[in-house]
Nanobody
Framework: QVQLVESGGGLVQSGGSLRLSCSASGITFRLYTMGWYRQAPGKQRELVAT???????NYADSVKGRFTISRDNAKKTVYLQMNSLKPEDTAVYYCNGERGWSTSYWGQGTQVTVSS
């Protein structure tokens, strides 16, 4: 059974930092592209950051220079370090694991709220 479990969300003031974690089980983690997506109320889910099995990263323009994705294959965990948070970063953040075109798993999401 595949599980992706996010943690680390919460309420933070504008300019603050949070680190999200996503622990995976049931997959060969090191082979997966891992990513973070977010969905704000009334908006579509959008990509935040991804990291391939080879370590290549991709970021949304809105978070470049503020957020950093990393992974620990031994711990089967992917992280998202979020600095200089803004109210517009408020959303539910979802962890995703993807391999190839047809295999994709999602976590249940963790709420991040940034107050102004």
């Amino acid at each position: 059974q595949v599980q992706l479990v996010e943690s680390g969300g919460g309420l933070v003031q504008s300019g603050g930092s949070l680190r999200l974690s996503c622990s995976a089980s049931g997959i060969t983690f090191r082979l997966y592209t891992m990513g973070w997506y977010r969905q704000a109320p009334g908006k579509q889910r959008e990509l935040v950051a991804t990291m391939t099995s080879g370590g290549s990263t991709n970021y949304a323009d809105s978070v470049k220079g503020r957020f950093t994705i990393s992974r620990d294959n031994a711990k089967k965990t992917v992280y998202l370090q979020m600095n200089s948070l803004k109210p517009e970063d408020t959303a539910v953040y979802y962890c995703n694991g993807e391999r190839g075109w047809s295999t994709s798993y999602w976590g249940q999401g963790t709420q991040v709220t940034v107050s102004s």
